[in-house]
């Protein structure tokens, strides 16, 4: 996973694109709170043509687990847990 996002951060956002085609995939936007940050709107590319957007949910947890992973490098944490429970059985 940590060889497939290149991530910029302006102005309190993050943009996470996939590193081998460039196409921006998922936009969040941080603001502090008591524990450190947080992420309190995000939105995530629809194109069906260049990426198969799953539901809510799923999407939510895959972002959770890049930025653990690709930003905090945080092993197994719980948003990596998370989206490992959603992913589909072909994928495990």
């Not at 940590?2 to 936009?27: C, F, I, P, Q």
């Not at 709107?41 to 260049?50: L, N």
């Not at 690709?70 to 719980?78: D, K, Q």
Request: aromatic fraction near 10%; hydrophobic fraction near 40%.
């Amino acid at each position: 996973m940590d060889d497939k996002w290149n991530a910029l951060v302006e102005g309190g956002r993050l943009y996470l694109h996939r590193s081998w085609t460039g196409m921006g995939v998922y936009e969040a936007l941080f603001a502090a709170a008591s524990d450190g940050c947080r992420i309190v709107h995000a939105v995530v590319a629809g194109d069906h043509d260049s990426y198969r957007r799953r539901d809510d949910e799923y999407e939510s947890a895959l972002l959770e687990a890049v930025v653990e992973w690709v930003l905090l490098e945080v092993r197994n944490g719980p948003g990596h847990k998370r989206w490992q429970r959603l992913r589909p059985d072909s994928w495990r």
